[in-house]
């Protein structure tokens, strides 16, 4: 198994990116390249967005095995729309040793460029926390490109696939030997999600990061049912996985919870045996995420703590817009998030402290890295719909015909008081880091090869 030397200076080229390309600069680098290289690389209309935007895709070489990635499938995640836009001219250029790989390339930048262009206000800087949450959008889970893929499992059948979703099942359908869904994280360290045991690419995915000098990330996972397979590598996530935790940790049908599709990988898996891999990658980190010494509180202690913390949380917002809903007039996206979170929020709470309460030993000491996760990272993420709360609010304030705009500004005051607040005992807390989005390509660039690698050297794989 080639341990990535072979690739090292296809990653440390990666240029010195100072901020992330708009989805219009990612369109025009693509129209460049397509006129540069007419024998080699065809731009393709895949589909639409709901606002009418064509959904492009990058096709490259004509080789025997098919390769997709995909950037943006949540719109707050623009670290593989870079990667590719760096790969797809290497690609082009058939550099060695790409050019070795016998694959044809679909490589589409921007899977959702809609709700990309709701996140621009932060793509160009400064990059801190407090700008990135004022900025944020993610939409709610049934119109996410990730997470609106058909399934029919159990109690849950969803088959209303969103139209940038199925842009991108007109590929996968086709079937595809490897796919890499390009998420990344806000705040913490690397981890990765494949969707098969392989122990040699654990090791190679544990030593990526570290030749950035960025951490792993070593504390709680993403999601309580992650399964794990080596340190910062677990199981690719699932729609049934989660049902699956919700049947055993709430006393009520999973599919009241459960109002989005499969995932991209979950989708895939029905017509190819697919290697599936995401790299999640931060923008901020702390220098704890990977710190695995025994901390000062119990495991148990510190994952009630964060189901408290994002209680509170939560409740002032929802009282807030308890306040103010008679006020709003007009239907917005970030509207629609804010109710799909203040709706689900109670529920996931408390399966997530039956679990805790039920699985984890009452003396068992969280690591450094745990504490970390659950009483400072959790406060970062919860922060992050006050943002899109006043957003809300002022596209309200300039859309609507509100009877009431004074309580309105009174409400986007509240919030933003709430939120200086909270900024506060967060910065109290942090001792944070921005990380160089070269650092952040380089790794997802180099785990992408050599798992092309993998894909090619085992060939056919079991489903999992």
Not at 21 to 37: H, I, P, Q
Not at 134 to 141: G, I, S, V
């Amino acid at each position: 198994m080639s341990s990535g030397k072979r690739y090292s200076r296809i990653v440390s080229d990666v240029p010195d990116y100072k901020t992330f390309l708009t989805v219009d600069e990612l369109k025009d680098s693509s129209r460049r390249l397509a006129e540069e290289y007419p024998d080699r690389v065809s731009r393709i209309t895949i589909g639409t967005s709901r606002n009418g935007e064509a959904i492009e895709c990058l096709k490259i070489g004509e080789g025997k095995y098919k390769a997709l990635m995909f950037g943006t499938p949540h719109p707050n995640e623009p670290v593989g729309s870079m990667m590719l836009d760096y790969l797809s001219r290497r690609l082009a250029k058939e550099d060695e040793p790409l050019g070795s790989l016998d694959f044809t390339w679909y490589l589409v930048k921007c899977a959702d460029p809609d709700g990309t262009r709701l996140n621009e206000g932060w793509f160009k800087g400064p990059f801190t926390p407090i700008n990135y949450i004022k900025n944020f959008y993610r939409p709610p889970h049934f119109q996410q490109v990730e997470w609106s893929f058909p399934i029919d499992y159990k109690t849950v059948k969803f088959d209303s696939p969103l139209p940038e979703t199925k842009a991108l099942m007109n590929i996968i359908s086709k079937g595809t030997d490897f796919m890499f869904s390009l998420h990344n994280s806000a705040f913490g360290g690397v981890y990765f999600y494949v969707s098969e045991k392989a122990p040699e690419l654990c090791t190679l995915y544990q030593t990526i990061p570290r030749g950035q000098d960025l951490p792993l990330k070593l504390g709680e996972p993403e999601v309580p049912y992650a399964e794990k397979l080596d340190e910062a590598v677990y199981l690719m996530p699932t729609t049934s996985g989660k049902y699956d935790y919700l049947e055993r940790n709430i006393h009520k049908d999973p599919k009241t919870m459960i109002n989005h599709g499969g995932s991209s990988f979950e989708y895939a898996r029905q017509f190819s045996d697919v290697f599936a891999l995401i790299c999640e990658v931060p923008y901020f980190y702390d220098e704890r995420v990977c710190d695995s010494s025994e901390s000062d509180v119990t495991r148990r202690d510190a994952i009630l703590e964060s189901v408290e913390t994002s209680d509170r949380l939560n409740r002032f917002l929802k009282e807030k817009y308890e306040n103010i809903e008679s006020c709003l007039t007009v239907p917005s996206r970030f509207r629609e998030s804010i109710e799909d979170n203040l709706k689900s929020f109670e529920d996931y709470n408390k399966a997530k402290r039956h679990w805790a309460e039920a699985t984890l030993g009452a003396k068992l000491l969280a690591t450094v890295a745990q504490k970390f996760d659950s009483c400072v990272t959790e406060r970062f993420y919860r922060l992050l719909p006050y943002g899109m709360f006043n957003r809300m609010i002022q596209y309200e304030l300039d859309n609507g015909d509100s009877r009431d705009k004074p309580k309105l500004r009174r409400v986007m005051e509240s919030v933003e008081e709430q939120l200086q607040d909270e900024e506060k005992k967060l910065l109290d807390q942090l001792r944070y880091g921005v990380i160089p989005i070269r650092k952040l390509v380089r790794v997802q660039l180099e785990a992408a090869l050599v798992s092309v690698e993998y894909a090619l050297k085992t060939g056919s794989r079991p489903r999992m």
